[in-house]
């Protein structure tokens, strides 16, 4: 491998030319595109770093799209917001690199081939997902570039590109994790620095785009989920909640995550690096190596934090890509499926509906919490995300209502919901997925048991549920005053620099 390339490994073809015998892409002759979606960054990109590399093999120029969908995935202002401010940062970002960054609107499948012909280039570079619709799209745009247009699928979201660990739908962490670890001497390793291309662009500039007045109109169409404060977007932010001096995770918060991550009351043991991991403004990778470095001084903390950054994490990629039915009660293991069956039809203590569940009213105070936590604050505590879930396969109509219910506020309130995360945790805790049977019982079947008397023995429930009302109060405080701001005036401060 040159210095300056990526794994050949991470890098898949999506439209080869079938020759006999099969010979390799030639290097390309017109400009390079990059379609960013998932890795929404600009330092440890491999996806960034392989267009770069492409174009300066012919010495083309090289440009950045994205493609802002309709609220893909039920996403509000809440997601949308903390996207674009990403965006508006990281595009500055790229003009230092002399690369530009174009804006699309509408469909991918429309905007990506339309981009692509009109600048002439002969090389798309794309994130990968294992997401459906993603994959559909990726399918549509291949066949509409046409037979001219290499169309690369770079892996830059995984440490460990997911078809390189394992070629097949793995079981659980027990099964995969080996695989990975295998793999990590391969693909854990140092990014090269990144550079400018070695051509200007010289093609038709990106159209000014107003970011404000984008800002203002996403924010608004989604306001019933409004925007987070306390977790800033942007590289630099993310780099900051991973090691900056004052509240870095590595820096300062590492060494509790042995003891504390499972205590809902002490949210800052946890990275709270979700979100930024959710929208690629960090990579994993680079956490990784990071983390490694501190191995020495806290093995436990980090053995900890890299079991659940990479192999859980790269696990739920595996399943969302390798199961078609990833979010549905199809996609579950036979044994649960026919477990949850049994128990679809048992009585209930309580009966809840989507918006009660929604609402909160249920009588349940824990679970309630749990649930305002995720409307207010953005982001419920990991503990708790489980607990939360289960309950709702206990006060619904049955597994498929549960889920669909778990998944629908999910991908709404969380902000890093929307993720193979956030399925396959749905699925974990409805489903059994990753999980091993438990002794039978009504309603759960041989799905693991949750319940309040458990969370009690482990944390201060009435403590998290002040804490809870406590974050209610004071976003229903900000939000008020930002009712204010939406009388007709643009949003301010978009340049978070
Ligand atoms: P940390 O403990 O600091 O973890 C670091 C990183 O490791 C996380 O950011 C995440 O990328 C990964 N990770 C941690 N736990 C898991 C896990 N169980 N499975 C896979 N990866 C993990 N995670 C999301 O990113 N998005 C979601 O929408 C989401 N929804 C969930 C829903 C349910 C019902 C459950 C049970 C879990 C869900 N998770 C989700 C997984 C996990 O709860 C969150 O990743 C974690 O709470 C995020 O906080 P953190 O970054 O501070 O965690």
């Known amino acids: 491998m040159a210095a300056g390339t990526v794994h050949p490994g991470r890098i898949r073809l999506l439209n080869p030319i079938k020759t006999h015998p099969p010979s390799p892409p030639k290097p390309p002759s017109g400009p390079v595109i990059y379609w960013m979606f998932r890795d929404q960054r600009c330092s440890d990109n491999w996806a960034l770093i392989h267009a770069i590399h492409l174009a300066n093999q012919s010495s083309a120029p090289m440009a950045v799209a994205f493609n802002l969908f309709d609220r893909f995935l039920n996403a509000h202002a809440?997601?949308?917001?903390?996207?674009?401010?990403?965006l508006d940062l990281l595009r500055r970002?790229?003009?230092?690199?002399?690369?530009?960054f174009f804006l699309f609107r509408g469909d991918a499948v429309d905007t990506i081939p339309k981009f692509v012909r009109e600048c002439g280039a002969s090389a798309l570079v794309t994130d990968f997902s294992p997401l459906r619709s993603v994959r559909e799209w990726k399918k549509e745009i291949c066949e509409r570039v046409g037979e001219g247009v290499r169309v690369y699928e770079v892996d830059a979201h995984n440490v460990v590109p997911v078809w390189v660990a394992s070629d097949k739908l793995e079981y659980g962490a027990k099964t995969i994790r080996k695989k990975i670890q295998r793999a990590l001497v391969e693909y854990l390793v140092e990014f090269p620095e990144i550079s400018k291309p070695g051509s200007e662009w010289g093609l038709d500039d990106p159209k000014d785009v107003d970011w404000e007045?984008?800002?203002t109109e996403?924010?608004?169409?989604?306001?019933?989920?409004?925007e987070i404060e306390w977790c800033k977007p942007g590289e630099d932010a993310a780099m900051e909640v991973l090691m900056g001096d004052k509240e870095g995770f590595l820096t300062r918060r590492l060494k509790n995550y042995t003891s504390d991550r499972n205590d809902p009351l002490k949210p800052k043991a946890l990275s709270r690096l979700s979100p930024y991991l959710h929208f690629g403004q960090i990579s994993a990778q680079r956490c990784a190596l990071e983390a490694r470095k501190l191995r020495k001084a806290h093995p436990q903390a980090v053995d900890a934090f890299l079991e659940e950054l990479i192999v859980r994490r790269e696990l739920a990629d595996n399943f969302c890509y390798y199961q078609?039915?990833?979010d549905s009660l199809q996609g579950a293991w036979d044994w649960a499926r026919r477990t949850l069956m049994d128990h679809a039809r048992d009585k209930r203590e309580h009966y809840y509906t989507r918006d009660e569940l929604e609402n909160a009213k249920t009588a349940d105070d824990l679970w309630n919490a749990s649930q305002l936590e995720m409307v207010h604050h953005g982001k419920m505590h990991g503990f708790m995300r489980m607990y939360w879930a289960k309950k709702i396969l206990e006060w619904t109509r049955g597994p498929e209502e549960a889920l669909a219910i778990a998944i629908y506020l999910n991908d709404k309130y969380e902000i890093d919901g929307r993720d193979?995360?956030?399925?396959?945790?749905?699925?974990?805790s409805i489903c059994g997925v990753h999980d091993q049977g438990w002794k039978e019982r009504a309603v759960f079947g041989k799905i693991r048991y949750?319940?309040?008397?458990g969370c009690k023995r482990k944390f201060d429930t009435d403590g998290y549920i002040a804490y809870v009302n406590g974050l209610v109060v004071n976003s229903k405080k900000r939000k008020a005053e930002n009712a204010k701001d939406?009388?007709?005036?643009?949003i301010q401060n978009l340049n978070l620099k």
């Open 213 to 215: 007045e984008l800002l």
């Open 78 to 86: 809440r997601q949308l917001g903390f996207m674009l401010r990403g």
């Open 420 to 428: 193979p995360n956030g399925y396959v945790g749905c699925m974990w």
């Open 450 to 453: 949750m319940n309040y008397a």
């Open 218 to 226: 996403v924010l608004r169409e989604g306001c019933e989920v409004p």
């Open 486 to 490: 939406f009388s007709g005036k643009k």
């Open 324 to 326: 078609p039915h990833y």
């Open 93 to 100: 970002r790229l003009r230092d690199l002399s690369i530009p």
